[in-house]
């Protein structure tokens, strides 16, 4: 098992930042790509970024490209995700995600999830 548990979502303004973090514990976290998606009211889970085991490979939607950065630090068994350049459109539930082998842009595919930040960019 896998806990997630995320951090770090607020009501922001348009063009400002956040960092959400995810914070993993319980298996080897080193051992897991880790996803971030996100779901907005009304609307399908969508996927926002991914990164394989060693941070080496990322992947975005285009959507975010340029203003969304995922990272980790396995040391820390952390994730994280740097959102600059905020838009109205970003409002969501931001969840984190884990999964064994490759990195997956596929909801599907990730056994473990966290409860979800809520993020609200007001224009």
């Known amino acids: 098992q896998v806990q997630l548990v995320e951090s770090g979502g607020g009501l922001v303004q348009a063009g400002d930042s956040l960092r959400l973090s995810c914070a993993a514990s319980g298996r080897t976290f080193s051992d897991y790509a880790m996803g971030w998606f996100r779901q907005a009211p009304g609307k399908e889970r969508e996927f926002v970024a991914t990164i394989n085991w060693s941070g080496a490979s990322t992947y975005y939607v285009n959507s975010v490209k340029g203003r969304f950065t995922i990272s980790r630090d396995n040391a820390k068994n952390t994730v994280w995700l740097q959102m600059n350049s905020l838009k109205p459109e970003d409002t969501a539930v931001y969840y984190c995600?884990?999964?064994?082998?490759?990195?997956?842009?596929?909801?599907?595919?990730?056994?473990?999830w966290g409860q979800g930040t809520q993020v609200t960019v007001s224009s």
């Open positions: 995600a884990a999964k064994t082998t490759s990195y997956s842009s596929i909801a599907a595919a990730y056994d473990y």
